[in-house]
């Protein structure tokens, strides 16, 4: 396998040919570092707006290495940590504002693939955001009545008999339905937007890392190549950017695990009766999050969110996780206790202190812009982020660049040890919570009427 194939199931699932490194020094009007969902979409839609511009993308792997490849393929409405939080942080005004930029992300992905026969998996299935305990219904019913409030009526509240009728789980109370939901195949996906961004003509570069950024007294990116003069610079890491300086305490790296059973019999496949075929999270703090593969194999994620000391990339696999995984994934469907694990795989996201998103220009140098913060919620953002990025590189203000997320203050992160403890406290905190539910839950069943 080459050094992609083992990071997730979907990097290995089809064949690829990557692109050649640049080799030598060169000269571009825009220089993107990072070949993710946004770093590509940046690229063509900058492309597209001004073909006369030469735009490059620099990937220090292949495109999708990152969380672009290794994510569950849900292309979801949420942005940050769940709306009632967005709303308390940045007011309902705001929080409505954030939910309709993602709808129209997720509208976005289909778009896309129709126009440029994409060919990924695609499909609306909805998503089904399931409660395990009195304390998760409660909490998401709250939350269907605070999107009503602001307008948003597209969420729905299924109760445990309904459920029921959609996926068989002895675990489900009740789940808020939202039709406003996609899935893909995200290595497919990325792939095929290369495509579209290289038919533009956009340069992408792939096993092309960038050691490091220098803006004065003109802007020229290291590479193993040579030097990358550039009049305007991306940075589309997430996850990664910490590994330049000028990104280091916008976010923590926060991995995220997956584990995938083998393709499902037809016996067993009727004995869950995932008929619907939704994408599936429950209402946890520390979610899991799952769905069906097209071979019908259940893809299992969530659990925990690690950071590791020091910002560490280098964690891609974590057992004891993967244990867990597999044990949630049988505990909600008992009937798949003799089912098989075949693939596991993990990697980080970008979680800024808000646990919100941000975008914009690097200080007051309008030469540099960035993006990061997907919260694990990245694959129908990401990719809509690349209008916004266009903008701001080209410096328009537009209804897109207004946004309130967009050259926001983000709070900046301590030092480490700092950092850790930080981040430690904050996640401990949300496990408690989950414990401390799932204690105060247990026993209730359907009679509970919930």
């Known amino acids: ?65 990152g969380a672009s490849g290794r994510n569950g393929g849900f292309a979801t409405t949420l942005m940050g940590f769940t709306l009632s939080i967005t709303a308390m942080r940045f007011g309902k005004e705001k929080a409505k ?19 440029h026969s994409i060919d990924c998996d695609y499909e609306k299935p909805g998503l089904l955001t399931v409660a395990l305990n009195p304390s998760q219904a409660k909490r998401l019913q709250g939350e269907i009545r605070l999107a009503e409030k602001l307008g948003i009526h597209d969420l729905k509240w299924l109760d445990a008999h309904m459920v029921q009728g959609e996926v068989h789980s002895p675990t489900y109370l009740g789940a808020r339905l939202e ?44 590479t193993p190549g040579g030097l990358v003069e550039a009049e305007k610079v991306v940075f589309a890491t997430n996850a990664f950017s910490g590994q330049f300086p000028q990104l280091r305490n916008k976010q923590f790296p926060v991995f995220t695990y997956i584990v995938l059973t083998e393709p499902l019999s037809q016996d067993k496949m009727v004995e869950i009766g995932w008929r619907g075929r939704q994408g599936i999270e429950d209402a946890r703090n520390m979610i899991h ?27 891609d696999r974590n057992s004891r996780i993967f244990r867990r995984l597999e044990r949630d994934l049988k505990r909600t469907f008992p009937g798949l206790k003799d089912v ?31 993006s990061l913060g997907c919260i694990g919620h990245g694959v129908a953002m990401m990719n ?13 203000e537009t209804e897109l660049t207004n946004l309130f997320f967009v050259n926001r203050r983000v709070i900046p992160l301590p030092p480490e040890p700092l950092r850790f ?7 401990q905190a949300l496990k408690a919570q989950d414990a401390w539910e799932a204690r105060k839950g247990a026993g209730v069943t359907e009679s509970t009427g919930v």
């Open 384 to 396: 809509m982020a690349g209008q916004i990025m266009r903008d701001l590189v080209l410096e328009r």
């Open 1 to 65: 396998m080459t050094d992609y194939e083992e990071k997730s199931y979907w990097l290995g699932s089809s064949p690829y040919e990557e692109s050649a490194p640049l080799g030598g020094s060169t000269k571009v009007d825009v220089a993107v570092v990072g070949g993710g969902f946004c770093g590509l979409s940046t690229a063509y839609y900058v492309k597209r707006a001004d073909p006369s511009l030469r735009v490059a993308v620099l990937e220090d792997k292949v495109v999708g290495y």
């Open 179 to 222: 039709e406003q939901a996609a899935l893909i195949n995200p290595a497919k996906y990325v792939r095929g937007l290369k495509r579209v961004a290289q038919e533009e003509g956009v340069e992408v570069y792939e096993r092309t890392p960038v050691a490091a950024v220098h803006p004065d007294p003109i802007l020229h990116l290291d």
């Open 289 to 315: 999050y799952y769905r069906l593969t097209p071979d019908n194999r259940i893809l299992f994620g969530g659990s925990d969110a690690k950071y590791y000391f020091g910002g560490a990339l280098d964690h």
């Open 421 to 427: 403890a930080l981040e430690e406290t904050i996640r």
């Open 340 to 370: 098989r694990i075949e693939y596991e795989w993990g990697g980080p996201v970008s979680v800024p202190l808000d646990f919100f998103p941000a975008m914009g220009y690097l200080g007051d140098d309008k030469r540099i812009a960035y």
């Open 97 to 115: 504002q954030a939910h309709d930029f993602a709808h129209r992300a997720v509208d976005h992905i289909g778009q896309m693939v129709d126009a």
